[in-house]
């Protein structure tokens, strides 16, 4: 009996909690330009401490929280290939591999294996959502938007494009020259 007793008392002590804590939901919401007299500057809301740093995600992150870097990359395609693949081989190589085919050394070392970017599934995807996935991590990958700026990232997902297509070129797509490279009839 003393138990049931001790369990209905629990249980009304807990609900009381909840509603004790209504304060919590139910707080004043005063608009960020409104005048407040409790603080000595008068405005209600408060600066950011001076060693804040700013955390944004998503696409858009970069234009709008000024992480942006202004690395410039130089506007011929081989050299934003070239630099595609300097950064891919720092940032992205050590598990998605050289290749692309998810066999990096870090996945040889038992990390989860990526999946490789020569799938169908991977080669339809847009380039907004690969550059999502730099910047906001998917799966077991970690964000990279803070490391990454956004014309690295641009560049990387040329580069990848670049070894998608070299994975999956229609021989039928090249021209003479290079259709008889592959033949091995040119000299």
């Known amino acids: 009996m003393y ?3 001790a369990i ?3 249980g009304l002590a ?4 909840e509603r004790d804590m ?6 004043a919401k005063p608009h960020p330009d409104a ?3 409790r603080f000595s500057d008068g405005r209600d809301p408060r600066p950011a401490p001076a060693d804040t740093v700013t955390h944004a995600r998503g696409v858009l992150a970069a234009s709008a929280s000024g ?6 990359i130089p506007a ?24 692309g085919d998810g066999d990096g050394m870090v996945v040889r070392r038992g990390f989860p294996r990526p999946a490789s970017f020569h799938t169908d599934a991977q080669r339809a995807l847009t380039d907004a959502h690969i550059d999502n996935a730099i910047v906001d991590g998917v799966g077991a990958m970690r964000p990279m938007g803070s490391r990454v700026g956004t014309d690295d990232r641009a ?3 040329a580069y990848i494009r670049a070894l998608q297509r070299s994975q999956h070129a229609d021989v039928q797509t090249l021209d003479p020259a290079s259709r008889a490279l592959l033949d091995g009839t040119s000299r």
Do not use: N
Request: proline share 6%; hydrophobic share 35%.
């Open 22 to 27: 209504r304060d919590m939901y139910d707080q």
């Open 67 to 72: 992480r942006s870097d202004d690395t410039v």
């Open 76 to 99: 011929t395609a081989r050299a934003r290939l070239d630099r595609g693949r300097e950064r891919y081989d720092i940032y992205c190589a050590p598990c998605h591999s050289p290749t």
């Open 155 to 157: 560049a990387i997902i």
């Open 3 to 5: 138990k049931h007793l």
């Open 8 to 10: 209905l008392l629990a």
């Open 14 to 17: 807990l609900s009381a909690c």
């Open 35 to 37: 005048a407040a007299p």
